[in-house]
């Protein structure tokens, strides 16, 4: 009996572990939080779902707070995003997507295909301007590149292209609606666009980070940080929602599932840790770069920090951005992973400002940004669905994360 109970432990245990996290991720994705955008507070409502999951953990607030509040502009699409061409319905999200930048519109206008030459004199006022690069030779191609980026007075355009739609966050508004659409979805040349986009631009959306810190055992003032920003892309109106499965609910599971592990007093370095789960990383990074000119623990303390985005793959390794800048810290990261057999892959690339580290490494704190590669390509789309994810390195990228902390956290 009691070797069949320890059968039944071993089995089960990998099972459990790799569940919480799905469970973490799956929590994070769903409808209620909206993306963990700008769509019925669904950021604020994630926030507080990372504070209670911080707290559960154990770990403690700065100078009893768990939250940094900042604002900044953003646009919006609380309302209706509806496009037709020529009566056909779109889908939104997977048929088409609009300019994040997208002003207000709701109307029907006929549509002009841009052909090279273009006509300039052409009064395009009230008319949705069609730009198709497919089958122009690589002059052509250029000319519509320029005309794309500075179009004639126009109603809109509509943008045709071979390559998936992406969506993304915009802190403007832009000069005119755009709509793109992926070549697949359409097989004809529409004469009519149809389009009604209710956005909304809000001027001091009003935003926040949630920290959360483990005193050290016997170092204290100096700390490891551990970063992921929970922000994702939200709704294009009620019906597309852009989950962010990937990106980045997959790091921010990571962090809180570090806060759980090193909580615990058997597990916990010499130095304290701090966690940060950053918003507005999607608008531009502006809450790691809030953190780093208001920083509830002085940067000058942080000895050093691991940014974690695009956690949910591993099938190709892992790629360490400034790993060719903090070489000694590297080596100690590649031999810890040869060491055990954690990852096939660890990569290495110099500086770059693609994530939340960027802001801490220009004003001098050593850091590193984490992600991982293979898997899903789901990337800003509304395919970045939890159920996309096959975590398959999760566990080893913690097991190695909580090793390099075992001789940089003395």
């Not at 509806?82 to 009566?87: G, H, K, N, T, Y």
């Not at 779109?90 to 006509?119: A, E, H, S, Y």
């Not at 590297?330 to 690339?349: H, T, V």
């Not at 970045?384 to 994810?389: E, F, G, N, R, S």
Request: with cysteine; charged share 25%.
């Amino acid at each position: 009996m009691l070797l069949a109970m320890l059968i039944t432990v071993t089995c089960t245990a990998p099972e459990t572990y790799a569940q919480y996290h799905r469970e973490l991720i799956e929590k994070l994705c769903a409808p209620k939080l909206h993306g963990r955008g700008y769509y019925k507070n669904g950021d604020w409502k994630a926030a507080a779902f990372i504070q209670k999951e911080f707290k559960k953990a154990g770990a403690f607030p700065i100078n009893g707070q768990y939250f940094q509040d900042f604002t900044f502009p953003v646009n919006t699409f609380p309302g209706k995003v509806e496009v037709s061409l020529d009566q056909v319905k779109l889908q939104p999200g997977k048929d088409f997507i609009v300019n994040p930048g997208c002003p207000p519109v709701n109307g029907t206008f006929p549509i002009k295909r841009v052909t090279i030459p273009f006509d300039s004199n052409a009064d395009c006022s009230m008319t949705f301007l069609h730009f198709d690069k497919m089958g122009l030779d690589s002059l052509s191609t250029a000319v519509m590149d320029s005309l794309m980026k500075n179009p004639p007075a126009c109603a809109g355009l509509l943008i045709t292209q071979r390559e998936k739609t992406i969506w993304s966050v915009s802190t403007k508004v832009a000069p005119r609606p755009s709509v793109r659409i992926q070549i697949d979805s359409l097989q004809w040349q529409p004469s009519e666009i149809r389009i009604r986009v209710d956005s909304k631009f809000i001027n001091d959306h009003k935003a926040r980070n949630v920290a959360a810190y483990l005193p050290g055992t016997s170092n204290a003032d100096s700390f490891i940080v551990f970063t992921a920003h929970y922000d994702h892309l939200g709704r294009m109106g009620p019906k597309a929602l852009f989950a962010g499965a990937n990106d980045n609910a997959s790091g921010t599971a990571m962090i809180i599932d570090l806060a759980r592990w090193f909580s615990k007093p058997e597990n916990r370095p010499a130095k304290s840790i701090l966690f940060i789960a950053f918003a507005g990383e999607e608008a531009g990074l502006i809450g790691s770069k809030f953190y780093t000119e208001s920083p509830m623990v002085r940067l000058d303390r942080i000895r050093f920090l691991l940014n974690l985005d695009l956690m949910g793959n591993g099938d190709e390794g892992m790629m360490v951005v400034n790993g060719e800048l903090h070489t000694k810290e590297f080596d100690m990261l590649d031999r810890i992973n040869k060491e055990k057999g954690y990852l096939k892959i660890l990569g290495k690339r110099g500086t770059a400002k693609n994530s939340d580290h960027y802001f801490f490494s220009e004003k001098g704190v050593p850091a590193f940004f984490f992600y991982t590669n293979g898997g899903s390509k789901a990337y800003h789309d509304v395919n970045d669905l939890p159920q996309q994810l096959p975590l398959t390195e999760f566990e080893d990228i913690k097991k190695l994360i909580v090793d390099f902390v075992g001789e940089v956290g003395r």
